[in-house]
């Protein structure tokens, strides 16, 4: 079971950026999928999730009309598109899995069971 998350880079302010996240091992349709980020010297925090049952949807109010997360049942992948990025989005970006019958809140990361290695996003001009 793993999931790879890649598509970070250097992007200017404004800018836009894909993450992706695919599985082996497992499919993603069958979990709740989270994105969440780490900043230097801050606390990991949730940014969006995708549901498995129903596909709904959900952002953190700093990301909310910018990031849409989508997920594609044919590719096993799950994607954050990041638009009119800020220097404040500049994080180490993950994607986690967990059950989807789990009663807290989306942006839990104890209830996340598993976790992608990372990928550096940096907003700068």
């Known amino acids: 079971v793993q999931l790879q998350a890649s598509g970070g880079g250097l992007v200017q302010p404004g800018g836009s950026l894909r993450l992706s996240c695919v599985a082996s091992?497992?499919?993603?349709?069958?979990?709740?999928i989270g994105w969440f980020r780490q900043a230097p010297g801050k606390k990991r925090e949730g940014v969006s999730c995708?549901?498995?049952?129903?596909?709904?949807?959900y952002y953190t109010d700093s990301v909310k009309g910018r990031f849409t997360i989508s997920r594609d049942d044919a590719k096993n992948a799950v994607y954050l598109e990041m638009n009119s990025v800020k220097p404040e989005d500049t994080a180490v970006y993950y994607c986690?899995?967990?059950?989807?019958?789990?009663?807290?809140?989306?942006?839990?990361?104890?209830?996340?069971?598993?976790w992608g290695q990372g990928t550096q996003v940096t907003v700068s001009s």
């Open positions: 995708i549901t498995s049952i129903g596909g709904n949807t």
């Open positions: 986690a899995a967990r059950n989807p019958y789990s009663s807290d809140s989306y942006y839990e990361r104890s209830s996340y069971d598993y």
């Open positions: 091992g497992f499919t993603l349709d069958a979990y709740d």
